[in-house]
C-alpha cells in the first residue's frame, strides 16, 4: 500500500469543502497559563458527528467507483469512525453496515443511527476494536462490500490529514509544537506527512493512553505488534495493533511517542469541562493532558494539541471521577476485618478517621466465622497528603486494615 503524500492531503481537503465543519482553533488560557507560553486547542469536538473521524470516512468513500458504491461499504469502530461512515453514506447515498465492540457507549450508538439513518445498519459484538474489525472484513470478503479501513489507508489518513492543514491555515502565529493523539495513527500519520513536507521544523508529539500504547510498542519492536491486554477506557485510541501503513510514518517523522496515565486524562476531561468548557471523550482530552503533565516547555509554545473528539456518554462520569480522583490520591481502598464485637465499627470512626477524611463506599458481609466480619471501605480524604497520617493511624489499630493498590488485580473490581 503507498504511502499518502502532502498533495493527496490537500486533494482530501478540496473534497471535503462545504461537507464538514471549519472547527475552530481557540486559546486556552487555562493550559497556557500552566506553560506560560500560548496552548491552542483544535476543537474537532465540533465537528460533524463531534469527531475528526468524518474526514477520513468522507474522503474515503467519495473516492469508490460507481461499482464500489452500488457494492455498499463496511467498517469497524468504537463509535467515532462510524460516524464519518454513516454520515458519508447518508450524504452519498450509499449503504453501510457497521461492526462496533460491545463497549461502544450507547450514546455514540444513539448518534451513529441518527446520522447514518435507513443508510447504515449497527452489528454489536466483541470485547475489542480488533473483534469487531475481523468480523467486518470477513463480512466484506463475503458481501463484496469496500471495507473503510478507520486508519491504515491513504484516503482516510489523507482526510484526517486535513485537521493539521486547517490549524496552520488559522493560526496567526505558527504553531511550533503539535500534540497527537495517537490510537491506530491515522490522523497522527496524515498530521506528519502534511507537516514534514510544509513546516518541516515543526516539533511534533504522538500521546496514547498507558494502558493502549501499541505505537510504542511497535517503535520498539520494530513493526506492528498486537498488545496482549489493553485498557479500553480511553475507548477512541484503545487499538492493540497500529496499521502497517501508519507505522513507519509516525516511526520516522515523529519527534516523540509517548504515554499519560488513564487517570490523568480522567482529571483532565474534568478541567476541561469545569474550566474551559469543553465536553471531550478520553481520547480528546490526550493532547492537553501531555501539556498539564509537563510533556512540553514555554520553550515549545505557541502549542497546538488535537482535542479529537467530543462522545462522551454522561453515564461514565461517575469512572471519570473515580478514576481521577484515585490518580490524584484523594479516594483509597481497604479491606477492614472487624472483630464481631460491640464498639468495633465506633472504634474505626473516631480513633482510626480524622476530618477531611470521608467514608465513601463500605460493603459489610458476615460470613459464617462468628469472630470476624469483612468489610471493603472507599475513603476520600481532602489532601493526598493525608495518607500517610492515616497509614500511622491504620498501622497503630488494633484492626486487621489491607490497603487495595490501584496495580493490583483485586483493584480492577472497583472500576
Not at 469496500?146 to 505558527?174: C, L, M, N, W
Not at 480511553?234 to 495493533?241: F, K, L, N, Q
Request: glycine share 10%.
Amino acid at each position: 500500500m503507498t504511502q499518502p503524500t502532502g498533495a493527496d492531503v490537500t486533494a482530501a481537503a478540496g473534497r471535503l469543502g462545504p461537507m464538514i465543519r471549519r472547527t475552530p482553533l481557540e486559546l486556552s488560557l487555562r493550559l497556557s497559563g500552566l506553560l506560560r507560553g500560548d496552548v491552542l486547542l483544535k476543537r474537532e469536538d465540533l465537528q460533524v458527528g463531534r469527531s475528526y473521524k468524518v474526514r477520513g470516512a468522507y474522503n474515503f468513500i467519495s473516492t469508490l467507483s460507481e461499482e464500489e458504491q452500488i457494492g455498499g461499504v463496511v467498517c469497524a469502530s468504537a463509535g467515532n469512525h462510524a460516524q464519518g461512515v454513516a454520515f458519508a453514506c447518508r450524504q452519498l447515498r450509499i449503504h453501510g453496515k457497521v461492526f462496533l465492540p460491545a463497549t461502544t457507549p450507547r450514546q455514540k450508538r444513539r448518534r451513529i443511527q441518527d446520522i447514518g439513518g435507513s443508510w447504515v445498519e449497527q452489528v454489536i459484538g466483541g470485547q475489542t476494536f480488533d473483534a469487531a474489525s475481523e468480523a467486518a472484513q470477513q463480512y466484506a470478503e463475503e458481501s463484496g462490500a469496500t471495507y473503510v479501513h478507520p486508519f491504515d489507508d491513504p484516503r482516510t489518513i489523507a482526510g484526517q490529514g486535513t485537521v493539521i492543514r486547517e490549524v496552520f491555515e488559522q493560526a496567526s502565529t505558527k504553531p511550533k509544537t503539535v500534540i497527537v493523539p495517537i490510537g491506530g495513527g491515522g490522523l497522527a500519520a496524515g498530521t506528519a506527512i502534511w507537516l514534514r513536507e510544509n513546516h518541516p521544523d515543526t516539533r511534533i508529539l504522538g500521546v496514547e493512553p498507558a494502558g493502549a500504547d501499541s505505537m510504542q510498542a511497535a517503535i520498539e519492536h520494530g513493526s506492528p505488534i498486537l498488545l496482549p491486554k489493553v485498557d479500553g477506557f480511553v475507548d477512541g485510541t484503545a487499538v492493540s495493533r497500529v496499521g502497517e501503513t501508519t507505522f513507519p510514518i509516525v516511526r520516522d517523522l515523529f519527534d516523540e511517542v509517548f504515554s499519560v496515565p488513564e487517570g490523568a486524562v480522567s482529571t483532565e476531561m474534568i478541567e476541561l469541562y469545569q474550566t474551559d468548557g469543553i465536553i471531550a471523550e478520553p481520547a480528546g482530552a490526550l493532547a492537553s493532558t501531555a501539556v498539564v503533565l509537563g510533556h512540553v516547555t514555554d520553550e515549545d509554545g505557541p502549542v497546538v494539541c488535537i482535542v479529537s473528539g467530543g462522545n462522551n456518554d454522561i453515564s461514565r462520569y461517575d469512572e471519570i471521577i473515580e478514576r481521577s480522583a484515585i490518580h490524584e490520591g484523594l479516594r483509597h481502598y481497604f479491606l477492614v476485618t472487624f472483630p464481631q464485637r460491640p464498639g468495633a465499627l465506633r472504634h474505626f470512626l473516631d480513633e482510626v478517621l480524622s476530618d477531611g477524611e470521608d467514608i465513601v463506599l463500605f460493603e459489610y458481609t458476615k460470613k459464617n466465622n462468628r469472630e470476624t466480619g469483612p468489610a471493603l471501605v472507599g475513603i476520600e480524604i481532602d489532601a493526598p497528603t493525608r495518607i500517610t497520617s492515616l497509614m500511622e493511624r491504620m498501622a497503630a489499630s488494633p484492626l486487621a486494615i489491607e490497603k487495595l493498590e490501584p496495580d493490583t488485580p483485586a483493584f480492577s473490581f472497583l472500576l
